[in-house]
């Protein structure tokens, strides 16, 4: 079992940046496929960005392609997902995730483990 804590939300102007962070503790990331996902309110949580267990492979939303980057260091247990050109769409509570499954996993229910979800507000 894994325990996933996300930092680094905020408030942010639209055209800015920022990156967050999910911290796990427990059993080691390396062994998950991770993501990111965001829930706005009123609406469904989306996919966001994806991360194989070595983090040779990515996968992104059409909508935060060439924006966004997610990333992993396996070593400090740590992924991220750097944040930029931000848009006031980008508005939501992020959260991150984390899957058993082998590969890039963009849908929410194959995942097994999430975050408490961090506030992403970017103002326009």
């Known amino acids: 079992q894994v325990q996933l804590v996300e930092s680094g939300g905020g408030l942010v102007q639209a055209g800015g940046s920022l990156s967050l962070s999910c911290a796990a503790s427990g059993r080691t990331v390396s062994s998950y496929a991770m993501g990111w996902f965001r829930q706005a309110p009123g609406k469904e949580r989306e996919f966001v960005a994806a991360?194989?267990?070595?983090?040779?492979?990515?996968s992104y939303a059409d909508s935060v392609k060439g924006r966004f980057t997610i990333s992993r260091d396996n070593a400090k247990n740590t992924v991220y997902l750097q944040m930029s050109s931000l848009k006031p769409e980008d508005t939501a509570v992020y959260y991150c995730?984390?899957?058993?499954?082998?590969?890039?996993?963009?849908?929410?229910?194959?995942?097994?483990?999430w975050g408490q979800g961090t506030q992403v507000t970017v103002s326009s």
């Open positions: 991360i194989n267990r070595s983090g040779s492979r990515t």
């Open positions: 995730a984390a899957s058993l499954a082998l590969g890039l996993i963009t849908t929410t229910t194959r995942y097994d483990y």
